[in-house]
Every structure is written in structure tokens, then in C-alpha cells.
């Protein structure tokens, strides 16, 4: 909770919804209540699915995410702005211009645009998020996957194969810090990184996890959107993410025929 006020720092939270709670609005919602926040969930898209996979993903109309946000934001006074799935491109120029005009910080966990089922629809979202939303981000939340195929898109003439290379290069798009996590590449990339224009700030080993577990990367950094929410620092928000992520994982379960998932109340059974 936050030590400026008596009652728990709201989030604004920008992301699809997620059936399964593994990541979207519901996972989120349950990662920012559990370690004291109030979620403001804005609903950007609608994903159907269950835990095996994603069937669809139906995107709604920008003027719907400004109409959700805008009123909530003259009522409640928000300590961060989550962004996960924006939707579309002129969705992310609706979120931009809201973190023009509040001082929170935005943390950005774009997870899920290697899986879009359209190229080039994904493309036009990263391309709209490198030139809107970057600049207006406090910390970019990403795989080193999803992190080559942000600037891939970006600068299709300066081809790049290093997760690390990529960091620097969003870095340059205006982000203040960039979070390698959650690689399903371990060669690719074996641990997390936390980067800043001077270089790695910090390195965080992640838990070993045996089966297929779905929400790590979400529940990461929703965590850390609560801790900078409640004033701590980006390194320090950063710490205390990890270490609430190693306690989701060891109590990982399967609700259903497909991945395991986070459990992301997990901090408030232990002991049981």
C-alpha cells in the first residue's frame, strides 16, 4: 500500500481480456489486488480461448477504450498506467495521449505480438507503439523474441539478431528502460535483463520451471507496475517482481487440458 495515502494506489490497466486469468485484464486484476493495488481495468479487446490456446481475438473500437478511460481518470487519481495488448494502431495513439496528460508512469508488456494471427496488422501495431507509446514509457516489458521483432519492423534495412542489440535500439525510441524476461529461448537469452542507455543495470535468474507454464511474463510485470505504483523505484520494482514471480511459479497449477498456470495469488496463502 502506498505510504502517501490511507487507501490502495489505482492502476489503469489497458489490456484484452484473457478467459483463462492467465494474462489479459484478469491476470493482471489479480496480480495488482494481491500485492495492494486497485486495478481500473480498460477493456481493449476481446480474446476467446481457453488454456490450450487462443481461437480468436476481437478488437474493439478506439473511441470505446477512450470512453472507458477518460472518465475514470477524472475520478480516480491513478499512481500507473499498465499497458499490455493495445489492441490496434489507433488504440495506441488513444493510450498516448493519455500519458501525455498524467504524470504516471507507463509500463508497457506488448506479449503477445509474436502471436497475432495477422503480420501485418501486428506491424502496424509496433510501428504505431515505437512511435507513439515508446517515448511515453517509463519501462518496455519483453521477451528477446518479441523484442527482434519490434525493431525488425521498425528498421526492416538494419537487420538485428542479438535480444541485447534490440534492447538498445528501443532504448533509442524512447523508452527509459527495457526488461529482457521470459525467453522461451534459452539460448537465446538466459536470464533477464534489465537495460537502461548506459547499459545492463541488472540480472535476475528466473525460476526453473519443468512443464509448459502460462502467465510468467504478465504476472512479471504487472508486479512490477504495482511496486511503482505504490513509489518504488524502476531497479527496485524490478527486484521485488522477480521475487514474486519465483512464488507464483513454485505454486503453478493446471485448471484444464492445457499449460499450467501462475498462481498469482499465491503471496496471500502462504503458509496454508
Given amino acids: 500500500m502506498s505510504a502517501h495515502t490511507p487507501y490502495p494506489p ?43 490456446t487462443t481461437e480468436h481475438v476481437h478488437v474493439l473500437d478506439p473511441d470505446w477504450i477512450a470512453e472507458q478511460a477518460r472518465p475514470v481518470l477524472e475520478d480516480v487519481p491513478v499512481a500507473a498506467l499498465y499497458v ?57 516489458i519483453v521477451d528477446g523474441t518479441v523484442a527482434l521483432r519490434m525493431v525488425a519492423v521498425g528498421d526492416e534495412d538494419d537487420p538485428c539478431e542479438d535480444a541485447q542489440e534490440a534492447a538498445r535500439m528501443l532504448l533509442r525510441c524512447g523508452t527509459e528502460r527495457v526488461l529482457l524476461a521470459e525467453s522461451r529461448d534459452a539460448a537465446l537469452q538466459p536470464a533477464d535483463l534489465l537495460m ?6 541488472r540480472t535476475d535468474t528466473r525460476p ?5 507454464v502460462s502467465g510468467g511474463l504478465a504476472s512479471l510485470a504487472a508486479a512490477i507496475t504495482a511496486r ?13 517482481g522477480h521475487e514474486y514471480l519465483r512464488t507464483v511459479y513454485a505454486r503453478a ?7 499450467a498456470l501462475v498462481d498469482r495469488v499465491a503471496p496471500l496463502r502462504r503458509g496454508s
Fill in 208 to 212: 526453473p520451471v519443468a512443464t509448459r
Fill in 84 to 140: 499490455g495488448d493495445p489492441g490496434c494502431p489507433d488504440t495506441v495513439g488513444v493510450i498516448a495521449e493519455i500519458a501525455t496528460d498524467y504524470a504516471a508512469p507507463l509500463i508497457f508488456a506488448p506479449g503477445n505480438l509474436r502471436d497475432s494471427p495477422d503480420p501485418d496488422e501486428s506491424d502496424d501495431l509496433i510501428v504505431a507503439s515505437l512511435e507513439m507509446l515508446l517515448p511515453e514509457t517509463r519501462i518496455l
Fill in 228 to 240: 511503482m505504483a505504490q513509489g518504488e523505484g524502476c531497479e527496485s520494482a524490478v527486484a521485488s
Fill in 10 to 52: 489505482a492502476v489503469l490497466v489497458f489490456d484484452s481480456t484473457d478467459p483463462t486469468g492467465a494474462a489479459g485484464l484478469q491476470g493482471a486484476a489479480l496480480t495488482l489486488a494481491t500485492l495492494g493495488c486497485h486495478p481500473l481495468p480498460v477493456v481493449t479487446a476481446v480474446a476467446c480461448g481457453d488454456t490450450r
Fill in 196 to 201: 537502461g542507455p548506459a547499459g545492463i543495470i
Fill in 253 to 259: 497449477f493446471t485448471p484444464g487440458m492445457g499449460a
